[in-house]
């Protein structure tokens, strides 16, 4: 699908975004039966309140949508992308709102019409809108893109999304935007030192592997590490069915990046990406790691598996480590990683941890403005001790079920050397329909980064 704007000079309907409280002051503009047809349908202008006013020939003339009150908005956001599920098709202009909300209420607009049709056909009404003016419309209509790659990659099962299918999702990437693209498989894992990716991938039937994506020649260094467990059953501490249901979007975090390494290519940041998914499947065979298996990692810290459900961290302890080894400008991981981090801030926050202040502070501006929220979590020392065992250099899984996100944040810490790191703790999902996301895959904490990433690197 795609997902743009219509063009500047179309033949558009006007929606009229009115605050509440605001009708009398809008109707005083208009003419006498549009006055009278709006008081008498009872419009307010409460937030998701939605009125076609038809013309002479009966035709919707313009729309009317309600934008409620800056208490009511702040419960929620993307709120015009429900006027544009429910219009019939055509072409539309936004009037009346407010400037500081432009960019966000397009975007939505855009990804109100997203749609994960690879297996039902969907034939949605084309609602298409005018790109408000002083808008940097292809930089929306990038954005919206690479959220439509990273839910299809998410809602798309593990049957048709393996290790061998994310590959080629990588390899389609790269082939777009002529990044090089190199990837070890299988038993070569042992032979260039990633103990740990083949360890959790090695009794599935589609081999474990790194894919290890580069673009840009010039500018600042930044390394994407995605979780790409692509279905994870626990491995053999088994996940009870609930607990398998959701597992294909175990990789949500390959996905992720991946979305927002199409942003970046797209909109040619001068800088030089490198992506890094290690891609498996956490399957139960007889080739299965065991509960009590000690590994060593690549960069030779041992960890002691007390559960081989806890296998996320794992594969990303391995491409981290091997991220941190070209000392980049800055390393982010993004991984479905933990129930906790869901139990902490919900299914609509990412939570993040970073050591630098100021990258935090970065980030949470940049979440404020394009309707992306994220949260600091705290790399908390004195759980430092929680993930030693003693047995092994490290556990990957603490006994006694407290500070979960943050325990696995600082394994996955020990992994990424001294480089500036953040990790993101995401959901990937949305539960049940919301304006501008479907129940299905989701993107979070990409278009966050996106807008931080100037300040941060030095753009």
């Not at 175990?250 to 891609?279: E, K, N, S």
């Not at 491409?319 to 982010?332: K, N």
Request: with cysteine.
């Amino acid at each position: 699908m795609t997902l743009t704007f219509a063009p500047a000079d179309a033949d558009a309907i006007p929606v009229h975004v009115i605050e509440e409280g605001g009708l009398d002051a809008w109707a005083e503009g208009q003419d006498e039966f549009t006055a009278r047809f709006v008081r008498s349908a009872g419009f307010s202008g409460a937030l998701g309140s939605t009125l076609r006013v038809p013309g002479p020939d009966g035709a919707v003339a313009m729309v009317l949508a309600g934008y409620g009150t800056v208490q009511a908005r702040a419960r929620g956001r993307f709120h015009l992308a429900a006027v544009a599920a429910n219009l019939p098709e055509g072409t539309y202009r936004l009037e009346g709102l407010p400037p500081e909300r432009a960019a966000e209420e397009a975007l939505g607009w855009l990804l109100a019409a997203y749609a994960f049709d690879r297996y039902r056909a969907r034939t949605r009404a084309q609602v298409r809108l005018v790109a408000p003016e002083g808008l940097d419309a292809g930089r929306i209509e990038t954005m919206a893109a690479g959220e439509a790659l990273t839910r299809d990659l998410i809602n798309t099962p593990a049957a048709d999304m393996g290790p061998v299918e994310l590959e080629a999702a990588c390899a389609d990437l790269a082939g777009r935007f002529g990044a090089q693209l190199d990837v070890i498989r299988g038993d070569a894992l042992i032979e260039h030192n990633f103990p740990l990716i083949h360890a959790v991938g090695r009794a599935a039937e589609q081999a474990p592997r790194l894919i290890d994506m580069r673009w840009g020649e010039t500018g600042p260094t930044l390394t994407l590490v995605g979780k790409g467990v692509c279905f994870d059953t626990g491995g053999l501490n088994l996940k009870p069915a609930a607990g398998m249901a959701l597992m294909k979007k175990d990789m949500g975090g390959a996905a992720t990046v991946l979305g927002l390494a199409q942003m970046i290519m797209a909109l040619a940041l001068p800088l030089r990406l490198r992506v890094l998914v290690p891609a498996a499947e956490n399957a139960v065979s007889g080739a299965a790691f065991r509960p009590g298996d000690i590994l060593t990692a690549r960069n030779g810290l041992t960890v002691e598996v007390n559960n081989t459900d806890a296998e996320g961290r794992l594969v990303l302890a391995d491409a981290l480590a091997l991220g941190a080894e070209t000392a980049p400008d800055m390393m982010v991981s993004m991984a479905t990683l933990t129930g906790a981090a869901r139990v902490a801030v919900g299914p609509d926050i990412a939570p993040f941890y970073t050591d630098d202040d100021a990258l935090a502070a970065a980030l949470a501006a940049s979440a404020a403005q394009v309707a992306d929220p994220v949260w600091r979590m705290p790399f908390h020392q004195p759980y430092e001790e929680m993930i030693e065992p003693g047995i092994a250099d490290l556990d990957n899984a603490p006994s006694g079920g407290f500070a979960g996100s943050i325990t696995a944040a600082l394994f996955l810490r020990r992994f990424a050397g001294d480089t500036r790191f953040a990790h993101f703790d995401i959901y990937g999902w949305t539960a049940k329909d919301a304006p501008a996301r479907p129940k299905g895959g989701v993107g979070m904490g990409a278009r966050t980064l996106l807008d931080a990433l100037p300040g941060v690197l030095g753009l």
